[in-house]
């Protein structure tokens, strides 16, 4: 597209982004307008897209990681026909999928957006799926405000994007000085970062960033560039083409004063169609599955730590499914993820010490339909909590594995110990938590989370623990497990993991002394076999949780919601991680906390003495 009619698409999706805010009467037009110059190339000469096939294997990627310009997106999606005028002045109505920052509820959106920093760590994962994975040569655009400069998270991704040398990927930065509540750090010095990314060993190009012709110029040679990814860093105005905003402080997140004005300022509305640039012919040679799935298996009595059965469980799944893929953040050798790595490098991503962007990649990879487990010590997942948050509004499918979980890692101390985690992961929406106890359970469960659908948290345990049940028994999601059970029992302990086998040998000492007592391995953290739960309270009428964990929001929590919507709630005890460790073995930090096997057998004896 000329020049001219380039800077008339500007205007265009200008004259659009202040209709939808007005129409909606928020959201964040100033943001939108200093940006429409850089996406009206973009769209017009450089995108390769088919709105009509959001799923062609080759369509470029365009990640809006300043979400909060959702106007300007939308008014790009009109200009290419994807959606309506009148879908657009829908912005922000309940039951539109216009929303304020963008989800896929629009096929036309891989991620949700507007948690800044997120975008350009997300985009490095598309950009390694379709370099590595698909092997597919489109693109990956992504416009980053300047503000979220300042995000860890973007930093994490401008190495990671180097040191796999992403050519694919492109990051287009909107420097247009302000922030919501004034001026950002560097303002309109894009010399301050052009330095720091071109130290980071990305190509880095400065321009106008409301100049079509330098635009068009940086987007061909971002496009050309070989072995390092690009960042364009463009000079804008926030409210360019409006004297009344045009760089105005306090109109952060505003619509516009007067939008009848500010449309004719801007030169009326336009009605302009883009003929956006199809991708090329593509094909994506997925690995098919290479055959039955084979698990580990393990003789009922033997000592094993479920790490060692994921790890080796996951090798065989990758075996078995050309589409897993495994994430890593430079803990392999104690997650037991290089299991993985040594059979299947082709499909393994290290992405050390960045817990951030081992999710945020994960999330991309998984937007290209492939199936990601990540995993890092379960502590280590608190870094990342926001893309996990965020990752559940993109409708993403992530298997996320925890491992040194809880006081049981022992000497280590409190700084390595989950203990926040299922709380963590049981607060996300639409999430499943699993929490094995033993290796045969981690196996089946393991293979199990590729199935399912949202995000899915598997909780791993550092040392070994015996082995009770057969390679033969099968775990459904949801469900739970009766260890001990008679038509006799006094009390319920409800258990999972570490504990369970705590809860276990509690009640052999219970039962010693004629006290019978029901044992319910609770693998399924949530969502909650509830069924069984309330069986077993009607039953032995008292409840006994006990955890490897904090008291709020963990396994107690999940058996106490069993009981909601006004189901009588027996007597119970809760036991769970109180105090704050120290370094000790695990049997002493098992004591310490409270919830050993003595621990529990005491809890049972008093509920049941009382009920006497």
């Not at 971002?222 to 960042?231: I, L």
């Not at 926040?420 to 607060?427: G, I, T």
Request: glycine share 10%.
């Amino acid at each position: 597209m000329q020049d001219h009619l380039l800077s008339e698409l500007g205007q265009q999706l200008r004259v659009d982004s202040v209709r939808a805010a007005a129409a909606a009467g928020s959201g964040h037009p100033t943001s939108s307008m200093s940006a429409a110059d850089l996406m009206a190339v973009l769209l017009a000469n450089h995108l390769h897209y088919d709105f009509e096939q959001p799923r062609h294997p080759g369509n470029d990627h365009l990640v809006f990681s300043k979400g909060h310009a959702s106007p300007l997106l939308y008014s790009l999606f009109k200009a290419a026909g994807a959606i309506s005028d009148e879908e657009l002045l829908t912005f922000r109505k309940l039951g539109s999928r216009v929303e304020g920052h963008p989800t896929p509820r629009l096929p036309w959106v891989d991620v949700a957006t507007g948690s800044l920093g997120q975008g350009l760590p997300i985009g490095v994962g598309l950009a390694l799926a379709r370099k590595r994975l698909d092997k597919v040569d489109s693109r990956v655009w992504v416009l980053c405000g300047d503000s979220e400069l300042a995000e860890g998270s973007v930093w994490e991704a401008v190495e990671h994007g180097w040191y796999e040398h992403l050519d694919n990927l492109t990051a287009i930065i909107d420097v247009n000085r302000l922030g919501q509540r004034g001026p950002t750090r560097h303002a309109w010095d894009l010399g301050a970062y052009a330095r720091r990314l071109h130290a980071f060993g990305w190509h880095t190009i400065e321009i106008d960033g409301h100049d079509v012709t330098a635009i068009d110029r940086a987007y061909g040679d971002a496009a050309s560039t070989v072995g390092r990814p690009t960042a364009i860093i463009a000079r804008t105005v926030k409210g360019r083409g409006v004297a009344a905003v045009e760089n105005r402080e306090g109109l952060h997140g505003k619509p516009l004063p007067d939008p009848e004005e500010a449309v004719a300022e801007l030169g009326g509305v336009r009605e302009m169609a883009v003929p956006v640039l199809g991708p090329a012919a593509a094909g994506i040679a997925r690995p098919s599955h290479g055959g039955p799935l084979t698990l580990p298996r393990f003789d009922p009595g033997e000592e094993v730590a479920t790490r060692d059965a994921f790890g080796q469980a996951l090798a065989a799944l990758g075996t078995a499914r050309g589409d897993v893929v495994v994430l890593d953040g430079e803990v392999g050798d104690s997650t037991r993820t290089e299991l993985f790595a040594k059979e299947h490098p082709e499909r393994f991503f290290e992405c050390y010490i960045a817990e951030q962007q081992l999710v945020a990649a994960a999330i991309g990879i998984q937007a290209r339909g492939w199936t990601p487990y990540a995993s890092t010590f379960a502590a280590f997942f608190t870094r990342a909590y926001d893309f996990v948050r965020m990752a559940s509004i993109s409708r993403a499918d992530l298997n996320l594995v925890g491992s040194h979980a809880g006081v049981a890692i022992g000497e280590d101390g409190p700084s390595q110990m989950g203990l926040e985690d299922l709380a963590a992961f049981r607060a996300v929406h639409g999430s499943t938590v699993l929490y094995p106890c033993d290796a045969n359970q981690t196996a089946r469960l393991t293979a199990e989370m590729a199935e399912e659908s949202g995000i899915r948290y598997l909780r791993t345990t550092r040392g070994k623990t015996p082995v009770i049940y057969p390679p033969s028994e099968s775990f459904p999601i949801g469900g739970s497990k009766l260890v001990r059970a008679t038509d006799d029992d006094h009390v319920t302990i409800v258990a999972a993991g570490v504990t369970l086998h705590e809860a276990i040998a509690a009640a052999d000492r219970l039962a010693q002394e004629g006290i019978h007592a029901r044992v319910i391995d609770l693998y399924t953290v949530k969502p909650a076999d509830t069924q069984t739960l309330r069986a077993a309270a009607d039953l032995t009428g008292a409840l006994v949780t006990v955890e490897d964990h904090h008291p709020e929001g963990g396994l107690g929590d999940a058996v106490l919601e069993a009981f909601c919507d006004g189901y009588p709630m027996p007597p119970t005890a809760r036991l769970a991680v109180r105090d704050m460790p120290t370094s000790a073995t695990p049997a002493q930090q098992l004591a310490a906390a409270g919830i050993d096997a003595e621990a529990i057998a005491a809890a049972a004896r008093q509920l049941v003495g009382a009920a006497n």
